[in-house]
């Protein structure tokens, strides 16, 4: 086709007119391509394919894997652990009875010492008597150490005494029965018993007798007498 040869005024014209339409299709418009929706569709394909394969997979991998507690290891391990806890409970009751006996053993011998506590005082309390027991009589036979030397200073048997010098002053008692020949007198004394202030011969029981001092007692055959 023969093209006609434009002028310079035309030329800038042209110019001038396509400007507009260029600087258009520079802007970019709105409404999406084509190719991008096609491209997204294939996104969300890819993500849904990529997820049934998951859980496909987590599927296949749950119904397939072996149970761990079903190995023979696991079976072992439960088995020495059983065996563990046996061991456990027979210690703690082997404690627990030995625990008990150490309580029945601490209790006796609390017990036994408290029973040794009791024996020893109660020991001390009998020395204590005893001591006390053994003063009383000491003092009781130094009393009648001294009533026996003061009764055996004042008993007597046949023959003459003086009151005052061989004899206390006092009443006496024949200590047992006299007989029919017994005679007793009351002297003056340094008389040479010719002053007879009083005689007697009772003939039986226990004649008792009371004399004073510047006096002396005569007995014959009416065994011992003794001061009341």
């Known amino acids: 086709m023969r093209k006609t040869a434009m002028k310079p005024e035309q030329q800038n014209d042209?110019?001038?007119?396509e400007a507009p339409r260029a600087n258009a299709a520079?802007?970019?418009?709105?409404k999406p391509k084509a190719g991008t929706k096609r491209t997204l569709k294939a996104k969300v394909l890819v993500s849904a394919v990529a997820g049934a394969v998951l859980l496909g997979a987590g599927t296949f991998f749950g119904t397939t894997l072996p149970d761990p507690s079903k190995s023979s290891a696991y079976v072992a391990l439960q088995e020495s652990k059983a065996g563990v806890d046996q061991k456990i409970r027979l210690l703690q009751t082997d404690y627990a009875t030995l625990e008990e006996l150490h309580l029945k053993l601490k209790g006796d011998i609390e017990?036994?010492?408290?029973?040794?506590?009791?024996?020893?005082?109660?020991a001390t309390e009998t020395e204590k008597k005893n001591s006390e027991a053994e003063a009383a009589l000491k003092k009781r036979e130094t009393t009648v150490s001294g009533a026996e030397a003061a009764k055996a200073k004042n008993t007597f048997g046949d023959g003459t005494r003086t009151v005052g010098r061989d004899i206390e002053p006092g009443t006496y008692i024949a200590t047992?029965?006299?007989?029919?020949?017994?005679?007793?007198?009351?002297?003056?004394s340094g008389s040479n018993g010719s002053d007879i202030v009083d005689n007697d011969i009772p003939g039986g029981g226990r004649p008792s007798v009371t004399i004073s001092a510047g006096q002396d007692f005569k007995s014959s055959r009416c065994g011992s007498w003794t001061k009341q």
């Not at 042209?14 to 007119?17: H, P």
């Not at 520079?26 to 709105?30: A, D, G, H, L, T």
């Not at 047992?176 to 003056?188: E, F, H, K, M, P």
């Open 111 to 122: 017990s036994r010492e408290s029973a040794v506590v009791s024996r020893e005082k109660a």
């Open 26 to 30: 520079q802007v970019p418009s709105s």
């Open 14 to 17: 042209q110019v001038v007119s």
């Open 176 to 188: 047992a029965d006299v007989g029919s020949s017994c005679y007793w007198a009351i002297l003056t």
